[in-house]
Every structure is written in C-alpha cells, then in structure tokens.
T-cell receptor, first 108, second 112 residues
Framework: EDKVVQSPLSLVVHEGDTVTLNCSYE??????LLWYKQEKKAPTFLFMLTSSGIEKKSGRLSSILDKKELFSILNITATQTGDSAVYLCAVDCGKSTFGDGTTLTVKP | NAGVTQTPKFQVLKTGQSMTLQCAQD?????MYWYRQDPGMGLRLIYYSASEGTTDKGEVPNGYNVSRLNKREFSLRLESAAPSQTSVYFC???????????FGPGTRLTVT
C-alpha cells in the first residue's frame, strides 16, 4: 500500500522564523512528488519534484527531493503570517497519494 | 478561464438519498480526480480518470460511482448516502497524471 507521511503534524512559529516541513514516502512506481498549500479552501500548487538533489525555489520557499532516502523537505525562510496554512505533500505513482498535511501557524 | 468549477457548493442529504456532484474544467486537461477531505486529514482519492473514456478506483471508492462524460466533465455519484460520507469533496484536473493538479472550490456535504 502506498504511503506518504508528513511531519510535524503541526507547527507554531513567530514571524521571521525559518521552518522545515518533512515528507517521507513508500510507494511503488514513483513518478513525482508535489507540494501544495491549503488555506481553508482548495489546495494550490507550490512545487513538483522529479529528480533528486535539484532544489526548486520560489521566493522564500524552496524544496528538494531525495529519491534514495525517499523523502522531501519544504523550507520557508523569514516566515510571515500569510504563510499560515496546511502544507500538503502528494506523491504521484500513477495515481496521487496525499499525506495528512502539516498545519503551520505563524504568529506576529 | 474559470479553471475547475464544482456544483453544488453545499449540500445536506438524509441517509439513503442519492445525489451527483458535478465538476467541469476548461483547461483542456486530460486527467481528472475526485477527492474527499475529512477534518484534520489530507486528501483521499476516490476515483480518477487518466484520460477521457477511462476511470479507475482510488483509495476510497466504496459507495461512489463516477462518469467521465467528456473531456471537460467528471461527475461523482452517491447512490445511497451514509453519514460516513460527510466530508468536503474536491474535484481536480491536470494535464497528465503526474503533473500538478488544479482544484475546484470544493463541495461541503453533510449526511444526516
């Protein structure tokens, strides 16, 4: 059975802090790993990773994949209150399997 | 472009009633998906359609049926609703199955 596990389940930080969210997976026929942000509505796409060791970056957010150790991390630097959301990791292996998400709360 | 649209936005059903959730996308995507999201949990795949004319079961298909009516539309049917099906339902689409997915606004379904 395909499995995606995210940690921590929740995290509370203050503005300006740097956070690292983790996603580990056990799937057959891995094709890609995707990160989404969900703010009380529909998830929105952040990154898609297919190759190990290549960092994807967008502003203060970055992500990297390790296909040997079967995990990915999502980093957010200089956090802002607008970063408060649930961050979802999904692995595509012909069909999508999502983790349960990490709830990030950024306090002013 | 409207992206992915879903109807209805909210629905309350009694146990045993049936209903169909509608989803349409205008991005010419090949693949479409139905998920449910229970409180505090991630998305669980109910059914997906990799391309027009095909549908496959996801992680939690029991109690649901789907129809890929054409390339744009993918509907989800509950034949006999149960309280365990109370959830938020999201439809999504992607160019191909391993590309990023675009989500509709969701349908909040309550079964009493």
């Amino acid at each position: 059975e395909d499995k995606v596990v995210q940690s921590p389940l929740s995290l509370v930080v203050h503005e300006g802090d740097t956070v690292t969210l983790n996603c580990s997976y056990e799937v057959t026929n891995f094709r890609s790993l995707l990160w989404y942000k969900q703010e009380k509505k529909a998830p929105t796409f952040l990154f898609m990773l297919t190759s190990s060791g290549i960092e994807k970056k967008s502003g203060r957010l970055s992500s990297i994949l390790d296909k040997k150790e079967l995990f990915s991390i999502l980093n957010i630097t200089a956090t802002q209150t607008g970063d408060s959301a649930v961050y979802l990791c999904a692995v595509d292996c012909g069909k999508s399997t999502f983790g349960d998400g990490t709830t990030l709360t950024v306090k002013p | 472009n409207a992206g992915v649209t879903q109807t209805p936005k909210f629905q309350v059903l009694k146990t045993g009633q049936s209903m169909t959730l509608q989803c349409a996308q205008d991005m010419n995507h090949n693949s479409m998906y139905w998920y449910r999201q229970d409180p505090g949990m991630g998305l669980r795949l109910i059914y997906y359609s990799a391309s027009e004319g095909t549908t496959d079961k996801g992680e939690v298909p029991n109690g649901y049926n789907v129809s890929r009516l054409n390339k744009r539309e993918f509907s989800l049917r509950l034949e006999s609703a149960a309280p365990s099906q109370t959830s938020v339902y999201f439809c999504a689409s992607s160019a191909l199955t391993d590309y990023e997915q675009y989500f509709g606004p969701g349908t909040r379904l309550t079964v009493t």
